[in-house]
């Protein structure tokens, strides 16, 4: 199955912007739907963006679209999530993991240790 390893969060200031990258192990990317998911603390984890390879398409939460661009590299089996106009709202650990219709594939597990974001006032 499938490993992930997410990276690049940090630190920011409101407005400021970070790069996550999301790199597998085993199955390729290509045979999924990729997608970025976050869960700040007290809250539920929920569905922020996904590219599908197939369709050429991106999906994004409303809270993050205009502000976020998630785009994929095949070949090294890597998904980013570029964040501007950071928020203290998109505080959380993001995470990624295949997709299908804005939710984790059934299947999917064990999560990756996702990667900290914060965003400072």
């Known amino acids: 199955q499938v490993q992930l390893v997410e990276s690049g969060g940090g630190l920011v200031q409101a407005g400021g912007s970070l790069r996550l990258s999301c790199a597998a192990s085993?199955?390729?990317?290509?045979?999924?739907?990729m997608g970025w998911f976050r869960q700040a603390p007290g809250k539920e984890r929920e569905f922020v963006a996904a590219?599908?390879?197939?369709?050429?398409?991106?999906y994004y939460a409303g809270s993050v679209k205009g502000r976020f661009t998630i785009s994929g590299d095949n070949a090294k089996n890597t998904i980013f999530l570029q964040m501007n106009s950071l928020k203290p709202e998109d505080t959380a650990v993001y995470y990624c993991?295949?997709?299908?219709?804005?939710?984790?594939?059934?299947?999917?597990?064990?999560w990756g240790q996702g990667t900290q974001v914060t965003v400072s006032s």
């Open positions: 590219i599908s390879w197939r369709g050429g398409c991106t």
């Open positions: 993991a295949p997709v299908i219709r804005s939710s984790p594939l059934p299947d999917f597990g064990p």
């Open positions: 085993g199955r390729t990317f290509s045979s999924y739907t």
